[in-house]
């Protein structure tokens, strides 16, 4: 096995499962503009996107600049309000984290959501402390599907793509990490194996997770 790996996680949908609050605030937000999309669009066009594109393609023009600003925090503040008395790990992560912690593997956080976001989660659920990589969609210039937030990453953690493991659950979130030359494993909270590109491995939840699991798929 590599001496340095790293295991690099997305947020949502990964480390809690902000999916279905993601998409009340969306509907609350949408439909004070009279828009109320189905729960297809929003499995097609919202989960593992960036707001600038879930807010171009539903509002049907480019958004950008201070409007994309603006929309943006009106839209997450919102959703923040929303989700924060309900905060909650996916099951086994904690100690799955802890495991890899103890072992010396490398962490971060790789997420398209913005800092604000993740401070919520990161109040609420103890890991920030482990991490020795954390990027939120302002860290970034490209979102995924692009590279860059995994790339950065790796970089940031001191290791080579090829040494990385990245959690990911949605299609554009696992093309990012096999666009950057990283292992993956799809995390299915939020599409089928069918609805993701190929991963190494799937998994419902981290309480079958380990070290050795993650350290297996090097070999």
Same mark, same amino acid.
């Given at each position: 096995?590599?001496?340095?790996?790293?295991?690099?996680?997305?947020?949502?949908?990964?480390?809690?499962?902000?999916?279905?609050?993601?998409?009340?605030?969306?509907?609350?937000?949408?439909?004070?503009?009279?828009?109320?999309?189905?729960?297809?669009?929003?499995?097609?066009?919202?989960?593992?996107?960036?707001?600038?594109?879930?807010?171009?393609?539903?509002?049907?023009?480019?958004?950008?600049?201070?409007?994309?600003?603006?929309?943006?925090?009106?839209?997450?503040?919102?959703?923040?309000?929303?989700?924060?008395?309900?905060?909650?790990?996916?099951?086994?992560?904690?100690?799955?984290?802890?495991?890899?912690?103890?072992? !010396? $593997?490398? %962490?971060?956080? *790789?997420?398209?959501?913005? @800092?604000?976001?993740? =401070?919520? +989660?990161?109040?609420?659920?103890?890991?920030?402390?482990?991490?020795?990589?954390?990027?939120?969609?302002?860290?970034?210039?490209?979102?995924?599907?692009?590279? !860059? $937030?995994? %790339?950065?990453? *790796?970089?940031?953690?001191? @290791?080579?793509?090829? =040494?990385? +493991?990245?959690?990911?659950?949605?299609?554009?979130?696992?093309?990012?990490?096999?666009?950057?030359?990283?292992?993956?494993?799809?995390?299915?909270?939020?599409?089928?194996?069918?609805?993701?590109?190929?991963?190494?491995?799937?998994?419902?939840?981290?309480?079958?997770?380990?070290?050795?699991?993650?350290?297996?798929?090097?070999?």
């Amino acid at each position: 096995m590599r001496k340095n790996i790293a295991v690099i996680f997305d947020m949502d949908g990964v480390i809690v499962h902000t999916n279905p609050y993601h998409s009340r605030a969306f509907r609350e937000f949408f439909s004070s503009r009279n828009l109320n999309p189905s729960d297809e669009d929003f499995a097609r066009h919202m989960f593992g996107k960036s707001n600038s594109y879930i807010l171009s393609h539903f509002l049907e023009r480019t958004i950008e600049g201070e409007e994309l600003r603006a929309l943006e925090d009106e839209k997450e503040s919102l959703f923040r309000k929303i989700y924060e008395p309900f905060i909650d790990p996916i099951s086994g992560i904690l100690s799955f984290i802890d495991d890899l912690y103890q072992n !010396e $593997v490398k %962490l971060g956080v *790789a997420t398209s959501a913005p @800092v604000a976001n993740l =401070d919520l +989660v990161f109040s609420k659920v103890p890991l920030r402390e482990k991490m020795g990589s954390i990027l939120a969609s302002e860290n970034v210039t490209k979102h995924k599907p692009d590279p !860059e $937030v995994y %790339l950065t990453s *790796a970089k940031n953690l001191g @290791v080579s793509p090829e =040494d990385c +493991v990245v959690f990911e659950d949605s299609f554009s979130g696992v093309s990012a990490a096999l666009n950057a030359g990283m292992k993956v494993v799809g995390v299915l909270t939020s599409h089928t194996i069918e609805e993701l590109p190929p991963c190494n491995l799937y998994i419902k939840d981290y309480s079958e997770m380990s070290f050795l699991k993650v350290s297996e798929l090097f070999q």
